[in-house]
């Protein structure tokens, strides 16, 4: 395979992995953004819940999408948002706020997951497919893993909004080098 190709993929990795992170790494910091928004105790599990819901919704449209936009249309728009409704979620200023970004956050990184494992089968050759499989499974994995301790350790170091923050970065560098990297596949020709 070449080097484009495997450079496309990570850029798909590295963004399925933000948005597995992102639903681990609130969950340790829930307290501290219910007593920076002031949010009543019984609404705080809407933080997570509207991300998660979202993320149900999008995975199933993910196909059709692809199928519609392309495998990198889509990763691209998907990433985009994901990153632009991470700043959002940072700079809420409330709970509606904060729910209706992290809908947005989680419709996109729903849809980040399925690209992933699609992109195994639509950009690799059967002999480099169980290869792309373990590199994907195995970010899948650590992700829910290494959630948790970096979402108490970020918060503990710096302020809440940073576990929204953390994702720019990543997010940023994994649509450029998708935007490159990627080829325009999954298109139906009309």
Request: aromatic letters at 10%; glycine letters at 8%.
């Amino acid at each position: 395979m070449s080097a484009r190709t495997w450079t496309g993929f990570c850029a798909m990795c590295l963004g399925m992995f933000m948005g597995v992170l992102d639903i681990q790494i609130v969950v340790t910091s829930l307290p501290e953004i219910q007593r920076a928004l002031d949010i009543e105790p019984d609404r705080m599990s809407w933080v997570q819940t509207s991300y998660l819901i979202a993320e149900i919704v999008a995975i199933p449209l993910t196909g059709l999408l692809t199928r519609a936009l392309s495998m990198r249309r889509l990763f691209c728009a998907a990433i985009a948002l994901f990153t632009l409704a991470s700043i959002g979620c940072a700079a809420s200023s409330g709970f509606a706020l904060l729910i209706a970004f992290r809908v947005a956050q989680g419709f996109a990184g729903g849809m980040l997951i399925p690209l992933v494992f699609s992109a195994v089968f639509l950009l690799f050759e059967a002999r480099a497919q169980s290869f792309a499989t373990t590199v994907a499974g195995m970010l899948a994995v650590l992700a829910p893993t290494v959630g948790p301790l970096a979402g108490g350790w970020i918060t503990q170091n710096h302020s809440w909004q940073w576990l929204f923050l953390v994702n720019v970065a990543p997010g940023v560098a994994s649509l450029v080098a998708a935007f490159f990297a990627l080829p325009q596949i999954g298109r139906a020709h009309v």
